[in-house]
């Protein structure tokens, strides 16, 4: 696999597997051979219309197995793919098109009605009939063309506020990341993986071309709730799948039973943390095999990984760390403010270095001038290392609490609070206070049989937490609301907050 590119594969899979079937969603199944003339006549298409080198083709659309044949194909010209969101607004999605200035349109026929059309757009066509008479009104062509450095994916991030901003990712980061994975993570001809969370996002994007590269059958989830997850997971005998941390929690909910799935090879989870004891219950129901990764869009996806280990004891530190950095990767802690490296254990912000890290951001110098120091990226996140080189993401640089002078990392309060096994989820936010600038307010779901009030959740920090790290404030709530890729979504948050009646009282 060290010779991997998106760009010029020659069968899509390993050699004399052209008839196995690469993916499958619902009673469609693509063959690694028909995926790979699909990708051709895709290319041929493009060529057709006008696109070249550079060109930008914007697919709205569901999760789809004709995305991948899109995405292969457009890099054999040298165009680069813009997944969208399907979930944003209208607003939104004019942003991320008039951003992106595409020469081709290809989604969902519901979709392409709310995408607007610009002087750069030479064609669009909705997935369906219309489609699949566009792709056949040409032979394939074999355009292998290119570098490495060429970009081929413009993903943009899931900010919750500002500009969207469209991440630049080469075939070269791509095949870092996909070639890096396939051994550790023990994907092959003989694997079968399921895809369940959106394909706009990095990490089913990466986890749907890591199972192309290794010969493996990919199955698309019919939807993401935890029966239908539990249903693929039984019937299809899956080995290995992507999934974010609030599915794990549903789905052993749904289940409810252990080693339920014992084909269950490798479970990968990501987009934020989960508590010891959650692990321990998605442990028993899917088995010993969870992987858990940090990253971001900007990195293709996961850059460290806590593997699993089962001579790890309960409470050991090490469980609520990001893990070990991949061995292609380096990972440092700077100081935001000097940008020197911090010594072992002090907190600054997460820096890596590898093939995984993106170009920079589209149309955007300023901002990929601070992302990208000296061959370094800036993650925006806070952490440390520890002397074995595990990484504990402590919060977001911009989400740092200051108060009364003290900096306060809202993952620090929230691991205390996930201490509590009557809480099942929080997360943690600073609030203007005239006094010390900011206070701590916990936003907190209870497990389903608990009669806990806020005081009490505050009082059970005591001894645990500085005063000035406990929560003033503890609001109760039925669910997080959080994103397609699993993440909090604060600025709803905050503005519950700032409507919300007080509660809790004060440490």
Same mark, same amino acid.
Not at 76 to 103: C, H, K
Not at 268 to 295: F, W
């Given at each position: 696999?060290? &010779?991997?590119?998106? @760009? ?27 995926? $790979?003339?699909? =990708?051709?006549?895709?290319? &041929? ?8 080198? #550079? +060109? ?26 813009? %997944? ?5 607004? +209208?607003?939104?999605?004019?942003? !991320?098109?008039?951003? =992106? ?23 669009? !066509?909705?997935? #369906? @009939? ?27 991030? *899931? ?6 901003? #469209? ?25 079968? *993986?399921?895809?369940?969370?959106p394909l706009f996002h990095v990490g089913a994007l990466s986890w749907g071309l890591v199972g192309l590269a290794s010969g493996a059958t990919t199955i698309l989830a019919d939807d993401a709730r935890p029966a239908t997850i539990a249903r693929h997971l039984e019937d299809e005998r899956v080995t290995h799948a992507f999934l974010v941390p609030s599915m794990l929690a549903a789905l052993a909910r749904e289940v409810g039973r252990a080693t339920a799935f014992p084909a269950l090879h490798t479970v990968v989870y990501g987009g934020s943390p ?36 089962? *001579? ?41 270095? *590898? ?11 300023? /901002? ?12 925006? $996140? ?64 209870? $497990?389903? =049989?608990?009669?806990?009030? %806020? ?10 937490? =500085? ?10 709530? $039925? ?5 397609? &890729? ?20 004060? /440490?």
């Amino acid at each position: 696999m060290s &010779s991997y590119r998106l @760009a010029a594969q020659p069968d899509l899979g390993p050699p004399g597997r052209e008839d196995r079937v690469a993916l499958r969603q619902g009673s469609t199944s693509v063959t690694f051979g028909a995926l $790979d003339e699909r =990708a051709r006549r895709y290319a &041929s298409r493009l060529v057709a219309a006008g696109v070249g080198a #550079g +060109d930008r083709v914007l697919v709205a659309l569901p999760n789809s197995v004709r995305l991948f044949e899109m995405i292969i194909g457009a890099a054999r010209v040298g165009a680069v793919t813009v %997944p969208v969101n399907t979930r944003l607004s +209208d607003r939104e999605l004019r942003l !991320v098109t008039e951003d =992106a200035r595409p020469s081709v349109v290809v989604g969902d026929a519901g979709l392409l009605d709310r995408i607007p059309r610009l002087d750069t757009e030479r064609h669009r !066509v909705a997935v #369906g @009939a219309d489609y699949e008479t566009w792709l056949l009104a040409s032979e394939p062509v074999d355009g292998r063309t290119g570098t490495p450095e060429d970009v081929v994916l413009q993903i943009y991030t *899931s900010g919750t506020s500002g500009r969207p901003k #469209g991440v630049l990712l080469t075939d070269r980061n791509l095949a870092a990341k996909v070639t890096g994975v396939i051994e550790r993570w023990g994907l092959d001809e003989e694997s079968t *993986s399921l895809l369940a969370t959106p394909l706009f996002h990095v990490g089913a994007l990466s986890w749907g071309l890591v199972g192309l590269a290794s010969g493996a059958t990919t199955i698309l989830a019919d939807d993401a709730r935890p029966a239908t997850i539990a249903r693929h997971l039984e019937d299809e005998r899956v080995t290995h799948a992507f999934l974010v941390p609030s599915m794990l929690a549903a789905l052993a909910r749904e289940v409810g039973r252990a080693t339920a799935f014992p084909a269950l090879h490798t479970v990968v989870y990501g987009g934020s943390p989960i508590s010891d004891g959650e692990r321990r219950v998605a442990t028993t129901v899917l088995g010993p095999g969870l992987r858990q990764v940090y990253g971001m869009t900007e990195t293709t996806g996961g850059f460290t990984e806590l593997e699993p280990d089962r *001579s790890r004891p309960d409470g050991d530190p090490r469980s609520a760390s990001a893990g070990l950095a991949y061995p292609w990767v380096d990972v440092e802690i700077h100081d935001p403010a000097t940008l020197s490296p911090v010594p072992t254990g002090e907190v600054g912000e997460v820096w890596t270095r *590898s093939a995984q890290n993106c170009v920079g951001y589209h149309g955007l110098p300023l /901002a990929t001038q601070e992302l990208l120091h000296d061959g370094w990226l800036r993650t925006g $996140d806070l952490g440390r290392l520890d002397g074995e080189g595990y990484l504990y993401v402590t919060g977001r640089l911009k989400d740092m609490i200051i108060s009364g002078g003290e900096n306060v990392y809202p993952a620090e309060v929230e691991q205390v609070l996930r201490l509590d096994p009557e809480v099942a989820d929080v997360v943690v936010l600073g609030e203007p206070d005239p006094t010390w600038g900011e206070t701590v307010v916990a936003v907190v779901v209870l $497990d389903s =049989a608990s009669h806990r009030t %806020p005081e009490s959740i505050i009082e059970a920090t005591r001894g645990e937490l =500085a005063g000035y790290k406990r929560p003033r404030r503890v609001h109760i709530v $039925d669910e997080l609301p959080r994103n397609a &890729s699993g993440k909090v979504a604060t600025a709803q948050l905050r503005e519950l907050l700032a409507t919300a009646a007080p509660s809790g009282g004060t /440490a």
